[in-house]
């Protein structure tokens, strides 16, 4: 079956077309690790040509200099599409956004990380020089299919450069953090939801010369409580030792594959060896869906809380409500673990126990399973605009804290 979406390019009109067996179409889903219901959302402007350049005149209709006022966050964009969002954005804020190539992926694609900050002037004279600032960075999916958590991603990056006037600016943050946003941690996945599977989930790698199957689970592979025989999703009151037990052995095949050891996923390697290199780092949000829950570590254990549990909590609990606070949308907060199910491998918790970052958050955005993994495109700007709040209290927050501290050594 072909589900066409009408592209308007310029002065022509093409269309991408989705190939999507029947036997494909399942009914809605409660849980993320269920079978998603086939509600196609709004693609971007899709071409059958390598890159907006080749388009005169198209990148500039997305109008990035206002936040409010851009056309960009209105659908949701294929790879190339994103490239060039981040190169305009270079373009047009030089002095406050910087690309880094943090490595290749599976199939040999460029990650890039986009760096978002600006020299503080310390005098008052007009002068700037260099301070050191708190470091906050942001991961888009590292599961493909979950295109609102780019389109997040990218929506905050472009809040960061907006004018401080704009409603939902994070701009006057750049004077207290630097922030690193790495909006596509999957791209080889991510370009596959786009030409062949929808709702496909792991990276793309090629994991042995005998498996009939591909790809990692990124959000498995991790360097912190990893495990061969990880838990699957379960939704039950199974104590931990009963679930020890009923752990299958690593199916190749499986969505929620971990990978023969941890960092074997490129991507995964990659984002952490760039973790290594930023300083001061204070901050981390893992953007995901769906769900709309806000949690903190640990994900591989129910049993065990973080020693930061308490001002980690009391941040997230003020995060929800500044969530709540622009359309009214309700998130939970808790443990990863409690919130969602067990999981080794986390991304989460390997940002506090390893990363030793304090406010370390996987974040589920919208919604809670009315159309899953397939938001419409409508509510990207909505979800952005509410994640620009939830940035905007997490970094005042954590800056009081900060400072708190600080006094408190000296």
């Known amino acids: 079956m072909l589900w066409p979406w009408a592209v308007c390019l310029s002065s022509a009109t093409r269309i991408y077309a989705l190939s999507v067996p029947v036997n494909d179409l399942r009914p809605a889903f409660s849980h993320p690790d269920q079978q998603p219901q086939l509600l196609l959302p709004s693609a971007g402007s899709v071409t059958l040509s390598h890159h907006l350049g080749d388009v005169p005149g198209l990148s500039g209709q997305w109008n990035l200099s206002s936040l409010s006022n851009s056309t960009y966050h209105s659908v949701y964009h294929p790879l190339y ?18 690309l880094v190539n943090i490595g290749h992926t599976g199939e040999g694609r460029e990650m890039v990380a986009m760096k978002l900050s600006k020299e503080v002037d310390l005098s008052g004279a007009g002068s700037s020089s260099s301070v050191k600032k708190a470091g906050f960075v942001i991961t888009g999916a590292q599961h493909a299919r979950e295109w609102i958590a780019v389109s997040t991603a990218l929506y905050l990056a472009h809040a960061l450069v907006a004018d401080a006037s704009e409603e939902f600016a994070l701009s006057t943050w750049l004077d207290y953090f630097d922030f690193y946003i790495i909006p596509v941690p999957n791209p080889d996945g991510y370009i596959y939801t786009w030409e062949t599977d929808r709702f496909w989930y792991k990276n793309r790698q090629n994991i042995g010369p005998a498996e009939r199957c591909t790809g990692i689970d990124m959000n498995r592979n991790w360097g912190h409580k990893w495990k061969s025989k990880s838990h699957l999703p379960a939704y039950t009151n199974a104590t931990e030792e009963s679930a020890s037990e009923q752990r299958p052995n690593p199916d190749p095949c499986s969505p929620w594959y971990p990978g023969h050891r ?46 930061d549990a308490e001002d980690q909590m009391e941040a997230a609990l003020g995060a929800v409500n500044a969530i709540k606070q622009v359309h009214g949308t309700v998130f939970t907060s808790g443990s990863l673990c409690e919130q969602l199910y067990k999981a080794s491998g986390n991304v989460v918790d390997y940002m506090y126990a390893k990363a030793g970052i304090k406010y370390s958050y996987s974040v589920h955005l919208r919604d809670t399973g009315t159309y899953g993994f397939s938001l419409p495109a409508e509510w990207i700007r909505p979800v952005g605009e509410e994640s620009a709040n939830m940035i905007r209290f997490l970094a005042s927050f954590i800056s009081k804290k900060v400072k708190s501290e600080s006094r408190t050594v000296v």
Not at 264 to 274: F, G, K, L, M, R
């Open 81 to 98: 599409e994103i490239e060039d969002f981040m190169g305009e954005m270079t373009r047009a804020y030089p002095n406050l956004v910087q």
């Open 262 to 307: 941890p960092f074997e996923a490129p991507e995964v390697n990659n984002i952490a060896n760039y973790i290594t290199t930023l300083p001061s780092l204070k901050a981390f949000v893992d953007l995901r869906s769906y769900g709309q829950m806000l949690s903190v570590p640990f994900a591989y254990s129910c049993k065990k809380n973080p020693k």
